[in-house]
């Protein structure tokens, strides 16, 4: 069902957990399949770069593989730069998923914008209440 390289990502995890120190903070749901991801970072103020980037899913091995793989494609970038990130980009770095798993890479590009979106709105001070957000 997976290739290869989804398989890697799962077997080896980047960035799992939840950053304490964090300024920015997300979690998407999918009401269909019934993934969660939350997802919390830490992006320096003056140079809005995301030095530091964690997750914790539940869902099955292409939601928390695509959950890896999104991260590590946004550590080090920009919060702008990583609000260009797309679904298919995820996809096209894990080599493809199953038809039927495409949602989970949505799920990632979704907590990943809702992640920036709240780091903005902190920094702004119109921060919403906590809340799951489903895609």
Same mark, same amino acid.
Request: hydrophobic share 35%.
């Given at each position: 069902?997976?290739?290869? *390289?989804?398989? @890697?990502? %799962?077997?080896?995890?980047?960035?799992?957990? %939840? !950053? *304490? #120190? #964090?300024?920015?903070?997300?979690?998407?749901?999918?009401?269909?399949?019934?993934?969660?991801?939350?997802?919390?970072?830490?992006? #320096?103020?003056?140079? *809005?770069?995301?030095?530091? &980037?964690? %997750?914790?899913? %539940?869902?099955?091995?292409?939601?928390?593989?695509?959950?890896?793989?999104?991260?590590?494609?946004? @550590?080090?970038?920009?919060?702008?730069?990583?609000?260009? !990130?797309?679904?298919?980009?995820?996809?096209?770095?894990?080599?493809?998923?199953?038809?039927?798993?495409?949602?989970?890479?949505?799920?990632?590009?979704?907590?990943?914008?809702?992640?920036?979106?709240?780091?903005?709105?902190?920094? #702004?001070?119109?921060?919403?209440? *906590?809340?799951?957000?489903? &895609?």
């Amino acid at each position: 069902m997976y290739n290869e *390289e989804v398989i @890697k990502e %799962f077997q080896n995890l980047q960035n799992v957990g %939840f !950053l *304490e #120190n #964090n300024n920015a903070y997300s979690k998407i749901g999918n009401a269909a399949c019934g993934d969660i991801m939350e997802m919390t970072m830490y992006i #320096n103020p003056e140079t *809005e770069i995301i030095e530091q &980037v964690a %997750f914790r899913t %539940f869902g099955c091995a292409a939601a928390q593989a695509t959950s890896s793989r999104a991260t590590t494609l946004v @550590k080090g970038k920009t919060a702008k730069e990583a609000l260009e !990130l797309s679904n298919k980009a995820v996809v096209d770095s894990l080599g493809g998923l199953p038809a039927q798993k495409l949602h989970c890479s949505v799920l990632a590009e979704e907590a990943i914008k809702a992640c920036i979106e709240n780091y903005y709105e902190r920094k #702004n001070g119109t921060e919403k209440k *906590e809340e799951t957000k489903y &895609v």
